[in-house]
């Protein structure tokens, strides 16, 4: 069960990476989920560079930071497909 809502966590904070990024229309429900997860492990390595904690559990400020780190593979993602 912990392994669909984290799932279900990540597709969340892929989404509205996705939608932020303009990417939405791009990549499908797996797409979200996998750039979801990924961003959760960017943004928690990016905030522990800053002292903080990072993807701790079921909360706004793990969502946060998912999205975040999720923003931000979509941008280099974006900047090094379109070379």
Do not use: C
């Not at 597709?11 to 499908?28: C, D, F, R």
């Not at 999205?67 to 900047?79: E, H, N, Q, R």
């Amino acid at each position: 069960m912990n392994i669909l809502l984290w799932i279900i966590f990540g597709a969340l904070a892929g989404w509205i990476a996705s939608v932020i990024a303009g990417t939405n229309a791009e990549q499908g429900a797996i797409g979200n989920i996998l750039v979801g997860i990924v961003g959760a492990f960017v943004g928690g390595f990016i905030m522990s560079l800053f002292g903080e904690s990072g993807v701790t559990g079921f909360s706004l400020y793990s969502l946060a930071v998912a999205i975040g780190g999720a923003v931000l593979v979509l941008f280099a993602w974006k900047s090094i497909a379109t070379r």
